[in-house]
């Protein structure tokens, strides 16, 4: 039986019996009066604890739990525990929700929660950012009508799974945004945003690059073709004729050759999962070999001379030696017959320096900045017709950037141009001895 019960049943028995003895002394009345007033003593114990009951329940969180005896004092201690369990859910639930709100804040991509009428309820930095939004201001607005965007009140509508819509936020500098919308719970959705910018921009660079070798095969090939159709056509030709066709189309075919082989070292050299193969080497060595390949390259043309020391350098010898012959095969291309051109290896605050000096045309400054672009030339008639591919300092870059060195460019238009490779210092040693 619960103790209320028991405890009544005792009070009761208390009555009867305090009755019983009082009317066994003094009388019936004395005792039904006895019994009487113990029954009234516990109906007025019982409201007394009733009102207080009720006086702390009006404001259960500004008052202690009032004390009192025996049953009420069970019911008290009873609230008492229920109120603490209640309090520590609460705050258990406060910090799950603290904690959800600072994941969902820390989350890369952009988020906004929206309730079943597309009413924003709630978003993070990065959807502000993204979208254009402000949390506190936005909230409880219509999301369609904060983004303006063609189709994009059907998009949050239907929110179909796989669905995205590019969005281009007005006054963010070029900025690409994708948005997605998932359903969840009851009639919730949510919007995810993504910054595709740097994807859009790799995007619109391959096919740039596309583009770019499409057409300077095509010329080549228009003329190596257009040869055969005359060929086909004059089946006995003039012998002179024919063999300046044959050479025009050798060079044709060799310019080919010189783009594909240099789309192939550049694809080999973009792929950075492939690091170089290191040795540490003597820099001199290379140096003469490349000043040898560009006396060749000059034929006499031009005079040029080595100054080097005795450091060595730690890389890819057979990637250094492409980009160092870059520059020489350059300045040979780029400086007028009867010019100097200076290959240099040395120190310079404890950074090892491979510089190619000419005095050729040089180059005006507005087009520093694009050289190591591919396919970026100064002026395209000049390359091609000394036989470049608009790729050699796009090879250069890729090479010095997988050594950690820089690429320097100084240039006087009509005096001459120094192209220096900066190597960082863990990577030059002097040798022993
Ligand atoms: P290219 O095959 O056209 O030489 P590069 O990538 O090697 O391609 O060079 C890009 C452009 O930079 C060249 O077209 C040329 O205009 C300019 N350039 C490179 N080296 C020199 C130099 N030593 N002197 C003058 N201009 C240069």
Redesign the pocket.
Known sequence: MPSAWLSLLFRLLAAALGGLVAGGLFGAVAGVSVACGVLLLMLVAHTASLARLQRWLRTPEQRDIPDAWGTWGNVFVELHRLLRRERKARARIESDLEVFSQAAEASPDGLVFLDAADHIVWCNRVAEQHLGLRGERDAGLLVTNLIRLPGFAEFVASASEGESLMYRPPDSKGRVVSIEAIRFGKDRKLLISFDVTQIERAETVRRDFVANVSHELRTPLTVISGFIEHMLENPVPDAGDSKRQLAIMDEQARRMLNLVDDLLTLSRLEDEAQAPREEEFDVRDLIYDVSAEGRRLSAGRHSITCEVVPVFLKGSREELRSAFS??V???V???PDGGRILLHWGMRDGKGVFS?E?S????PEE?MPR??ERF?????G???E???????????KHILLRHQAGLEIA?IPGA??T?SAVFPAWRVTLPQG
Do not use: K, P
């Open positions: 870059n520059l095969s350059n300045a291309r780029y400086t190619v000419d050729g045309i040089g180059i087009h050289l190591t970026y030339r100064v002026d395209r000049r390359s091609r000394s036989g470049g591919t608009g790729l050699g300092l796009s090879i250069v240039s001459g141009s192209f």
